[in-house]
Structure formats: structure tokens, C-alpha cells
């Protein structure tokens, strides 16, 4: 019940192209969901997050959708740049709890 | 401004040797600790967090061990390195009771041969 499921593995988009990456949960008692972002060799960077009580959160090209009733959110990025070619972690967690739980991650491609 | 430090960057050790990896953390008090493992083109392994001086939770049963001496100071070690401790360890705070964010430091690759 600990878990984020994480999809796809592996994306490739065109520059221009919009990426989307899937991630659900079954921990109801999840209430933060934050996307990070990492690039080969660096520590992973807050991307973007999101609360339940919000459908979506937009910042930038970077946008969270939060479906709670089917326990998933995705994070869609707009006229994705080669710039953007990292690998993306959901992650999730709980008001009473210490920790974070990711997803296995997604290794975005973004081609010229 | 906060900042969280790792060292050393990369560390290419024996099997069987011991391990020392150090994390601190600066411009916040009493932040809760973790520390991760990031195996090659795979997702984050929770190994230890930590919501104070010597408090210590361990997810995972295993080769190593953490300690924090300090409010901002993360350690952990391993008295026999394994080929299979090799990975991309990185050290992780958040503020109690703050915006639940995580942030990350800049890792530490080490290779067991």
C-alpha cells in the first residue's frame, strides 16, 4: 500500500512535443504528491507539487494533474526542449509520516 | 538560504573495506535526514531517516548504517563494503512539520570492486 506506480519506463518525444508521465497510489492517507527532476550524475530537484484538494497546478510548461478519486496524477510538459531530457520521479506522502515514497522513475527523452 | 552538502562526490573502494559518507546540512535547525540509494537507472531506496540527534529508523535491513551526531550532520558507514553496496547514495532533508518538501544533495557514486 506503500507503493507509487510509476509509467512509462522510458519516453521519447519530439522538441515541441507535449511528454506525459503516470503515476498512482493506493495509500488514501497520501496528502503531497511532488514531481522531481534529475539529471545524470545530480541529485534530483523539486520540480513541481501538488495537494488533493487541487485538480491541477500549472507552473510554467510544467503542469500536475490530480485525479483523487482514481488515486493517479501525471505531470505533462508542454513544447518539451531537449533541455528537458532527465529522468522524472513521482513521489508521495503522508501527513503523519517521515517519509517519501517514489516512484521507479521515468527517463525522458526530449529529441532535436 | 538552505544548502545541503555531500562528500566525498565519487569514492571507489575494495570489498571489504569500510565506508564513511558524510551529509550536512546548513540554514535550518532540526531538519528530519535521509539517506537513499539510487542503483543504476533505477528509482530511490529509502535507507535511513532520521527526525533528530540519534534517532535513527532503518527501511531496509542490510550491509549499513547511519548515524547523526549532530542536529545537521548525517553519517553513514559500513564496516565491510559488499560489491553489491555499490550505487549513487544520496542524502535528502525536510523541514518538521513545514511544506513536506524534500531536498536533495548532489550524491555520492561509489564503486565497490
Known amino acids: 500500500q506503500q507503493q507509487v506506480k510509476q509509467s512509462p519506463q522510458s519516453l521519447i518525444v519530439q522538441k515541441g512535443g507535449i511528454s506525459i508521465i503516470n503515476c498512482a497510489y493506493e495509500?488514501?492517507?497520501?496528502?503531497?504528491f511532488p514531481w522531481y527532476q534529475q539529471f545524470p550524475g545530480k541529485g534530483p530537484a523539486l520540480l513541481i507539487a501538488?495537494?488533493?484538494?487541487?485538480s491541477e497546478k500549472k507552473e510554467g510548461r510544467f503542469t500536475i494533474s490530480f485525479n483523487k478519486s482514481a488515486k493517479q496524477f501525471s505531470l505533462h510538459i508542454m513544447d518539451s526542449q531537449p533541455g528537458d531530457s532527465a529522468t522524472y520521479f513521482c513521489?508521495?506522502?503522508?501527513?503523519?509520516?517521515?517519509?517519501?515514497?517514489f516512484g521507479p522513475g521515468t527517463r525522458l527523452s526530449v529529441l532535436p | 538560504s538552505q544548502t545541503i552538502h555531500q562528500w566525498p562526490a565519487t569514492l571507489v573502494q575494495p570489498v571489504g573495506s569500510p565506508l564513511s559518507l558524510e551529509c550536512t546540512v546548513e540554514?535550518?535547525?532540526?531538519?528530519?535526514l535521509y539517506w537513499y540509494r539510487q542503483a543504476a537507472g533505477r528509482g530511490l531506496q529509502l535507507l535511513f531517516y532520521?527526525?533528530?540527534?540519534?534517532?535513527i529508523s532503518s527501511e531496509v535491513p542490510q550491509n549499513l548504517s547511519a548515524s547523526r551526531p549532530q542536529d545537521r550532520q548525517f553519517i553513514l558507514s559500513s564496516k565491510k563494503l559488499l560489491l553489491s553496496d555499490s550505487g549513487f547514495y544520496l542524502c535528502?532533508?525536510?523541514?518538521?512539520?513545514?511544506?513536506?518538501?524534500?531536498?536533495f544533495g548532489p550524491g555520492t557514486r561509489l564503486t565497490v570492486l
Open positions: 513521489a508521495a506522502r503522508n501527513n503523519y509520516g517521515q517519509n517519501f515514497v
Open positions: 495509500n488514501t492517507a497520501f496528502d503531497y
Open positions: 535528502a532533508w525536510s523541514v518538521v512539520g513545514g511544506k513536506n518538501e524534500q531536498f
Open positions: 501538488i495537494r488533493p484538494d487541487v
Open positions: 532520521s527526525v533528530g540527534i540519534g534517532q
Open positions: 540554514g535550518t535547525s532540526n531538519p528530519n
